[in-house]
């Protein structure tokens, strides 16, 4: 197949352009020449911001589309008015959901609400509003083909957020470890590399339907947003439809990661000393500087998705142990300057212990 990728050449995408390289697909990247340009000669680098001209884009056709980098809705909108694709892949977020009622929620949860959006800058209150207005863009632009996916925190190698690297590395190192908040806290995760084999294996699905819904009706499949070739279904066995990217299954928590993380990397005597949410949020600590934890609020039950209908399709993540492995034998020096400091965590547990 001819796969143009939107943003190909950075940690998801990149792993998405490995995938579709290594399945033998001729690949286009779209991107701005910033990160990664020097990465897949065998691959076709189309250079341009998506945000300006995408003139380049017209008078050419490619049998999928994966768009890794949409956040507002104008630019799914301006990337239809010139594209002509057999089918339209969004990768999204889980965070486009309202807090669930209870754990285990499947794809047709209730969606974040959207009224209260008066511009489509992204901040942490924004960003999944935004991405749900991106996928209701997708889906009336490019039809019912559309593959839409929505991951909940992505981990592998060449994340450039460093978030669970960070946890690899810092328990790698050992000692005391301050793990924030309460152990139950609910998580989720993939491996990047698992879901781009994925995202891959349902495109070669959904072309194969289209394919041979052609042959049965004697029409070729038509490939411009909106036409004929987006009508192959929503049955997950055509490659198409809405899917949690997300492992393992619920109940999986905070303590169940930062173990699963000292199994593998931990040395001798290292311990995890678990630091009350209050305390933490009172010191000005966050998600950012202590990766992954919610931080407060209700917004961590966003990761308690079903992913029955996504491992159905074919989705098998590695084991957790797994990836640990290959991102502390790959990140070990990586960080991103945004997390604790070994000072800060110290005084952090130091101030932890001798609370009165």
């Known amino acids: 197949m001819r796969i143009l990728i939107i943003g190909g050449t950075r940690f998801v995408g990149r ?9 033998g697909h001729e690949v286009s990247l779209l991107h701005r020449g910033r990160t990664g340009a020097d990465l897949f000669p065998e691959a076709e680098h189309l250079v ?3 945000d300006g001209d995408l003139s380049l884009l017209r008078d050419r056709g490619w049998d999928v589309t994966i ?24 990768v999204s977020t889980c965070a486009v959901y309202a807090v669930p009622k209870a754990p285990g929620y499947a794809e047709d949860a209730p969606l974040a609400e959207t009224d209260g959006l008066t511009s489509e800058e992204v901040t942490p209150a924004s960003y999944g509003p935004l991405k749900v207005l991106c996928e209701r863009a997708a889906i009336e632009l490019f039809g019912p083909a559309t593959l839409i ?13 460093g978030r669970f690297t960070y946890w690899v590395n810092r328990i790698a190192r050992g000692g005391e470890v301050l793990a924030p908040g309460d152990p139950s806290d609910p998580i989720q995760v993939i491996d990047g590399r698992d879901m781009a084999a994925w995202i891959i294996s349902m495109t070669e699905r959904a072309a194969a339907a289209r394919a041979a819904a052609g042959a049965a ?33 619920p109940p999986f ?54 992913p029955a ?23 070990a020096g990586y960080a991103t300057g945004n997390e ?3 000072e800060r965590e110290a005084e952090l547990l130091a101030r932890w212990r001798s609370r009165s």
Do not use: C, K
């Not at 792993?15 to 399945?23: F, G, L, P, Q, V």
């Not at 768009?67 to 969004?90: I, K, N």
């Open 67 to 90: 768009d890794v980098t949409a956040y507002a809705p104008s630019q799914v909108e301006s990337l239809a008015s010139v594209l002509t694709t057999g089918q339209y892949v969004f």
């Open 217 to 249: 009706t004697g029409t070729a499949p038509r490939t411009a947003a909106g036409e004929e070739g987006q009508a192959a279904g929503t049955d997950p066995l055509d490659g198409t439809g809405v899917f949690h990217a997300v492992s393992p299954a």
């Open 340 to 342: 604790i400091t070994p």
């Open 15 to 23: 792993h998405i352009t490995e995938a579709a390289i290594s399945a």
């Open 253 to 306: 928590t905070f303590g169940d990661m930062l173990q699963a993380i000292a199994d593998e990397v931990a040395p001798p005597g290292t311990t995890l000393t678990w630091v009350g949410e209050d305390f933490l949020l009172a010191e000005g600590e966050n998600g950012r500087s202590l990766p992954l934890w919610s931080g407060g609020g209700d917004r961590g039950a966003l990761n308690t998705a079903d």
């Open 48 to 50: 341009a911001d998506r």
């Open 309 to 331: 209908a996504a491992n159905a399709a074919g989705l098998a993540p590695r084991p957790l142990a797994r990836s640990v492995r290959e991102i502390r034998e790959s990140e």
């Open 149 to 161: 996916v929505r991951p909940t925190y992505v981990i592998g190698p060449h994340d450039h957020t």
